[in-house]
């Protein structure tokens, strides 16, 4: 079957660097999503990883290992602002994106 | 980015009653349209797939007489709520995708709350 596994919660600390990671299962893949939701809003667009290596967008990067089935989201110098959930998706071969429950991050002071 | 609109944001409705939502992309076309719901604390489940000009395809265990979707052009897909109950309270999603891209882009939801 298809699966996504992501922890459910982080705790950080303001200013410092936090790496949540993601294992994916699919039929097929066409690229691995990251979203950031936060609460009571709909989730909004982080990074798009299809080939393996780090892509870099400022202080977010997203890493994919195909071979491995792994992904993670690192985010840097860490704002109370990015307290979020942030969700982990599969594309599969019909192009239809399986959901992780979502990492619950939490800033401290 | 591009962007999808959801009207209404949020509604209030009594049990029995029907709700339309409206999903719109606003500045490209999407040829196909997902629409989610997700509870308090919980992640998103997708509910049923659009495709312009078709049938939505539903996911198990979700009800296409209750869940009434229609995607009849390519920048619009509505779904409607129909008969309403306290237990379909819902943040309602929709997402659409460019027929030229992988991403999905979402709409801003709509909160649901029937009394």
């Known amino acids: 079957g298809q699966n996504i596994d992501q922890p459910t919660e982080m705790t950080a600390t303001e200013g410092a660097i936090v790496q949540i990671n993601c294992t994916y299962q699919?039929?097929?893949?066409?690229?691995l999503f990251w979203y950031q939701q936060h609460a009571g809003e709909a989730p909004t667009f982080l990074s798009y990883?299809?080939l393996d290596g780090l892509e870099e967008k400022g202080r977010f990067s997203s890493f994919l290992s195909r071979s491995k089935g792994y992904s993670y989201l690192l985010l840097k110098e860490l704002q109370m602002k990015d307290s979020a959930s942030y969700l982990c998706a599969a594309m599969d071969s019909n192009y239809q994106l399986i959901w992780g429950a979502g990492t619950k991050l939490i800033i401290k002071p | 980015g591009a962007v999808v609109s959801q009207h209404p944001s949020w509604v209030i409705c009594k049990s029995g009653t029907s709700v339309k939502i409206e999903c719109r992309s606003l500045d490209f076309q999407a040829t196909t349209m997902f629409w989610y719901r997700q509870f308090p604390k919980q992640s998103l489940m997708l509910m049923a797939t659009s495709n312009e000009g078709s049938k939505a395809t539903y996911e198990q265990g979700v009800e296409k007489d209750k869940f009434l979707i229609n995607h009849a052009s390519l920048t619009l897909s509505t779904l409607t709520v129909t008969s309403a109950h306290p237990e379909d309270s819902s943040f309602y999603i929709c997402?659409?995708?460019?027929?030229?891209?992988?991403?999905?882009?979402f709409g801003p939801g709509t909160r649901l709350t029937v009394l």
């Open positions: 997402s659409a995708r460019d027929r030229a891209d992988n991403e999905q882009f």
């Open positions: 699919t039929s097929g893949f066409n690229g």
């Open positions: 990883n299809v």
